[in-house]
């Protein structure tokens, strides 16, 4: 039987693609892992590997074609022994049921193998292996397109019987959907005013959708400190005046990184993100770093970033960001993290609350370093550069007190800033 080549889902948050270019043709063979495609997602263009061999019967859906839903046959696979003649009609006038929501797939149970009658589809290499490992396919749940048994799938198995199903989860009361905006109705309160109308690309769908569901669903709650940056600036000018022969140049977000990283180890507690019915506490600080690209963002995560010195920071930050803005990040190059970082600091702005990327715990936003009137220790008025700094807090995941206490922890770390290196 054919089998359909589907439009995969790159990334977390992809509902559909632009099949940008074809790297085959009809008539070519292929195997698995071979590179087939090249697809925009709504994040970056990624490759597109095959999960099986076979001969490409027939491209569905032509170069540069946008708006591909995921899970959409692009293309038709012919197995060992099948011709054209078998592809019959293809599926291309079928429609499509829309992917499921993130939550939903997360709640879902992995399909079980497609069988007609006494038949188990798999591929032709799951098959081989599957013989020389003595496995039975009727008791391998296949990861493949429509529960099709893959190699990956029977590589690591064991013959063993199958799992018993899991009970169904009682059905649970929603709240009522929001209506949706309608387009028309607000295009017709500008009739006569003129405008130009901007489709929406892949990337600010996403943004839309995942910052809507962030504030709707997130008790955000916010801790606002101001930072003295006057030590920080005097050391930053002592180690770059050093490092210059080395080509390195700190910036101050490099230090925020560093402060923020350290932070999350000195109160492991808030180093957390929420799963859904349970927290995560991860070991590493792994930070993301907010980057703004034409019509969006991206959020780089720093990975083990209390592990690494000032200067490997800010030689991946650099790296990260300009990748980034060349739309050339990997898929786990912007995912997972459980804290983030955005700096409107360079662009003038004081203060402000961001919004936070679920599933982190927090984000940090950064304001500009202004000179201020303070009062010393010693009461008397001086001039400091001063930093706003405000905590937004996910409060399933941390409470006041440790929010409070991880924003005294990186103000710290900011005000001495030599200590980070130790």
């Given at each position: ?14 509902e559909d693609g632009t099949l940008a270019k074809w790297l085959v043709k009809e008539g070519d063979t292929v195997s698995s892992g071979d590179v087939i495609a090249e697809?925009e997602t709504d994040k970056a263009t990624m490759e597109f590997e095959a999960v099986d061999e076979g001969v490409i019967g027939k491209l569905l859906v032509a170069e ?38 993130p939550a939903e797939a997360a709640a879902a149970a992995p399909p079980a193998p497609v069988k007609t009658g006494d038949r188990v589809f798999a591929s032709p290499l ?297």
């Amino acid at each position: 039987m054919p089998i359909e080549i589907l439009m995969p889902a790159l990334s977390p948050t992809m509902e559909d693609g632009t099949l940008a270019k074809w790297l085959v043709k009809e008539g070519d063979t292929v195997s698995s892992g071979d590179v087939i495609a090249e697809i925009e997602t709504d994040k970056a263009t990624m490759e597109f590997e095959a999960v099986d061999e076979g001969v490409i019967g027939k491209l569905l859906v032509a170069e540069g074609t946008a708006d591909v839903k995921v899970n959409t046959p692009i293309a038709m696979l012919l197995e060992d022994g099948e011709s054209v003649d078998d592809l019959g009609a293809t599926p291309e006038s079928a429609p499509q049921a829309a992917p499921p929501k993130p939550a939903e797939a997360a709640a879902a149970a992995p399909p079980a193998p497609v069988k007609t009658g006494d038949r188990v589809f798999a591929s032709p290499l799951a098959r081989r292996i599957a013989a020389d490992k003595g496995l039975d396919l009727s008791q391998i749940t296949g990861s493949g397109p429509r529960g099709r048994i893959v190699k990956a799938d029977v590589e690591g198995a064991e013959s063993q019987p199958a799992a018993a199903p899991a009970p169904a989860a009682a059905p649970t009361a929603s709240a009522p959907a929001a209506k949706p905006v309608d387009a028309s109705a607000i295009a017709k309160m500008y009739e006569g005013r003129a405008y130009t109308e901007l489709p929406l690309d892949g990337m600010r769908k996403t943004i839309a959708a995942r910052l809507t569901e962030a504030k709707q669903t997130i008790p955000h709650f916010y801790l606002r400190r101001s930072v003295t940056l006057d030590p920080l600036m005097a050391f930053r000018a002592q180690l770059n005046a050093q490092l210059e022969k080395r080509g390195v140049k700190l910036s101050v977000n490099d230090f925020i990184i560093k402060a923020c990283a350290l932070a999350l180890q000195q109160v492991p507690a808030a180093n957390a993100v929420w799963a859904g019915d349970r927290n995560l506490q991860l070991e590493p600080s792994d930070v993301a770093v907010a980057v703004a690209i034409e019509g969006g963002l991206f959020t780089p995560v720093l990975k083990d970033a209390h592990q690494k010195s000032l200067s490997a920071l800010s030689a991946e930050m650099k790296d990260l960001a300009t990748r980034a803005r060349d739309r050339k990040l990997a898929p786990h190059e912007y995912q997972g993290g459980s804290f983030a970082i955005s700096n409107l600091g360079m662009f003038g702005i004081e203060n402000f609350d961001a919004v936070i990327n679920p599933p982190h715990g927090a984000i940090l936003a950064v304001g500009a370093g202004l000179k201020k009137p303070v009062v010393g220790e010693d009461g008397t008025v001086k001039v400091a550069t001063v930093m706003s700094m405000t905590l937004s807090v996910d409060h399933r995941v941390i409470d006041g007190a440790l929010g409070a206490e991880l924003l005294q922890a990186i103000v710290d770390n900011l005000e001495n800033p030599m200590a980070m290196l130790a």
